[in-house]
């Protein structure tokens, strides 16, 4: 149906798809919802602030606001548990797959033999659990960079010299 | 290839000319800065000219020209060890270095003065590492040139012979001795053409910014309240005054701003000349600054030709050859052509992607639901906001806002129809739009990442965006069927990952 042309036949071809993909640590999970919390924390705060300065005789408009607060709040906590059942990389021979994305699932794939070079950056809640951020860049700005969040730190760094090895092996050719 | 001597082994300033220039800068920065302090010196309904503040001003500018002197004669390039290094500054000293294999384009640009004493500023781009850009205000044509083959002689040789394609040293063979073959010199008649089919309304869209900024500063500079004044003028006219006034600022309005687009595109693209070089294109164009771009054709990763109304009217298309570059220089030299016709288009085709007329090409569409969201995003969304927004001055004439559904439901439909992806075994074509409408040419193996894209929608019917991302942007396929996204991923994948040819 789909490339009947080819010399290859698709059907014969490695599925991306079909491949087993690691989880993220199972703190990814915490700091998300971590994040998510202190997040709306303060705009619990800042209500209250208001809420207290306006010495308590409010106008409804108020509880509307603080309604969709509590709405969003929730949505945001859920969908930061579900980033980690959702979220998930591969390496195979010639390419790294990454999938992530509640509202947009997204899988992207890039091939060792386009990227640049790659990096770990690690932020002070990531650090704090763990965690590492894998960045993969290709050339040419930015619309075909991928990063993985929320690998344990030795996983990481095991992937990031693959990756570079990877990268220099095909540079020598 | 014989090598080719390194033209500047010792570290040179640029030309003299270059401090004229510099200068410029710095005073250009000053005013751009500064102007509405200017203009508050110039109209001070004080007349104290020479206040304290005045002088302050004349210092600067003092300190700029003293500043741009010494920065000349600390303004240093040379090529040394396969690598284009400057050195500036006087305090604090920078050094850059950019190894000639990372170097994407050499950029020629030539203003009046540049014209006049015979120099050009040049700007070197390389790809991805921001911040590593180089440029050299002016130096002469001669050097710029010796520049620019060097710079490409020393890339050829680095890549290795293997991935030199055949159809390359054909034509390397054919126009040998720099020859560049002219493909395309644009007459007046077509630079009319041009100028006429352009976008009009973005012009307008920008002349009405750049006066609301203007007024803004002017007011704040001579306190003065325009908007204030031109309220009480409203309010003392009657009702039918404004509307007429509207009425007839409109298409003045439109007319100024075609004005505007005609003469600024015709003096961009005067005497535009299209060259085939024995690497890729050129482009020299324009009527006051004569600027020179350049394509080289293994850098090139899409190409995008498009067309207005007006212009398939014309018969012409505007094409649009995305190299790898850095994102700033990406969007400012993007090289392409305003306008041109069926035979320069099929030129640029088959430089690309020689084989494309010889291979057969699957046709595909796009699902039909995105009849659906094209309609939601450009028939009801905007009708839904604009009934609110401006019912406190239609009052219950916002209805006529709905009788925008049946053209843009109209617009939808021909838009699910006219959207068409071919593939072919090396590449891919795609065709969109119904007003405008854009084609892009792309050969896979200029492809870097895959990614398919579904939302929480579009995954509960199967369906997929598909995005191609290359060194110079996506190409995105929306609406398909998850199984097709999927074979389109995995065939292209197996190209990217069996073809070892340099793809930038």
């Given at each position: ?9 698709v ?8 491949v ?47 309604a ?15 980033r ?7 390496l ?27 990096e ?25 960079d991928?990063?993985?969040e929320?690998l ?22 | ?8 082994p ?8 270059a ?15 500064l ?70 384009t ?42 620019r ?7 050829q ?19 040998a001795g ?19 089919s352009?976008?009009?309304l973005?012009?307008a ?17 001579l ?22 006034l ?5 298409p ?10 005609l ?5 961009q693209?005067?005497?535009l ?15 006051f ?63 690309y992607?020689?084989e494309e007329?010889?291979?057969?090409e ?24 604009l009934m609110?927004m ?20 109209w617009?939808?439909?021909k ?21 405008n ?34 060194a ?30 340099a793809?930038?």
């Amino acid at each position: 149906m789909i490339f009947e042309n080819s010399s290859v036949p698709v059907s014969s071809l490695p599925h991306a798809e079909s491949v087993e993909f690691q989880r993220l640590a199972p703190a990814y999970r915490t700091v998300e919802m971590l994040g998510s919390t202190l997040l709306f924390g303060f705009l619990y705060f800042g209500w209250l602030l208001f809420y207290l300065l306006n010495g308590l005789n409010v106008e409804w408009p108020v509880w509307v606001i603080l309604a969709v607060l509590t709405i969003l709040f929730s949505f945001s906590l859920f969908f930061s548990w579900k980033r980690w059942t959702v979220a998930g990389y591969a390496l195979r021979e010639f390419d790294v797959i990454h999938k992530h994305g509640v509202l947009f699932h997204t899988v992207t794939t890039i091939p060792f033999n386009r990227m640049q070079h790659c990096e770990i950056s690690r932020g002070p809640v990531e650090s704090t659990f763990g965690l590492a951020t894998l960045r993969v860049f290709t050339a040419g700005g930015s619309s075909s960079d991928l990063s993985i969040e929320g690998l344990p730190v030795e996983e990481a760094q095991r992937i990031k010299e693959f990756i570079t090895r990877k990268i220099s092996e095909n540079k020598e050719q | 290839m014989n090598e080719t001597p390194n033209p500047f082994p010792q570290p040179v300033r640029q030309s003299s000319a270059a401090i004229i220039f510099i200068l410029g800068n710095v005073f250009r920065l000053l005013i751009r800065q500064l102007w509405v302090l200017i203009l508050v010196v110039l109209f001070n309904p004080k007349k104290q000219i020479f206040s304290g503040f005045t002088f302050m001003v004349l210092a600067l500018a003092l300190f700029g020209a003293v500043m741009s002197v010494i920065n000349y004669f600390n303004y240093f390039f040379y090529i040394r060890d396969g690598e284009l290094v400057m050195e500036k500054g006087v305090i604090r000293k920078i050094k850059v270095n950019v190894p000639l294999d990372r170097i994407q384009t050499v950029n020629f640009s030539q203003g009046i003065l540049h014209q006049f004493f015979n120099v050009v500023a040049v700007d070197i781009d390389t790809a991805g590492s921001t911040g590593k850009e180089f440029s050299l205000q002016a130096i002469s044509k001669e050097k710029a040139d010796a520049l620019r083959n060097y710079v490409e002689n020393v890339r050829q040789l680095s890549v290795p012979a293997e991935t030199d394609m055949e159809e390359t040293d054909t034509s390397r063979q054919a126009t040998a001795g720099n020859e560049d073959k002219l493909l395309f010199h644009l007459s007046m008649s077509d630079l009319l053409k041009i100028g006429v089919s352009q976008n009009h309304l973005r012009t307008a869209g920008i002349i009405m910014a750049f006066f609301f900024g203007f007024a803004d500063d002017v007011e704040e500079a001579l306190d003065l309240n325009l908007s204030k004044k031109v309220e009480e003028f409203i309010g003392t006219a009657q009702g039918g005054d404004v509307i007429y006034l509207l009425l007839l600022s409109i298409p003045f309005f439109l007319f100024i701003s075609f004005l505007i687009t005609l003469v600024r595109s015709s003096l961009q693209h005067f005497d535009l000349k299209f060259w085939r070089t024995d690497r890729g294109f050129k482009i020299v164009s324009g009527l006051f600054t004569r600027q020179e771009l350049s394509a080289n054709l293994q850098k090139i990763q899409f190409i995008r030709w498009s067309t207005s109304p007006l212009m398939r009217l014309f018969n012409m298309m505007a094409v649009r050859m995305p190299q790898a570059a850095s994102v700033r220089v990406g969007r400012k030299l993007s090289v392409g052509l305003p306008g041109c016709y069926e035979p320069q288009l099929s030129a640029v085709r088959a430089a690309y992607f020689p084989e494309e007329k010889n291979l057969p090409e699957e046709e595909h569409g796009v699902d039909k639901r995105i009849i659906r969201r094209q309609f939601f995003l450009q028939g009801i969304l905007p009708v839904l906001l604009l009934m609110p927004m401006t019912y406190s001055w239609m009052g219950n004439a916002i209805w006529v806002w709905l009788m925008w559904l049946p053209p843009a439901l109209w617009l939808s439909i021909k838009y699910f129809q006219n959207w068409r992806w071919f593939v072919s075994e090396e590449g891919l074509r795609t065709h969109s739009g119904v007003v405008n409408q854009t084609s892009v040419l792309l050969q896979w193996y200029k492809v870097q990442a895959v990614t398919i894209r579904q939302s929480i929608f579009l995954r509960r019917v199967g369906l997929a965006h598909l995005i191609l991302s290359t060194a110079a942007g996506s190409i995105r396929v929306p609406y398909i069927p998850m199984v097709k996204a999927r074979a389109v991923q995995d065939f292209v994948l197996f190209k990217i990952e069996t073809d070892h040819r340099a793809w930038m």
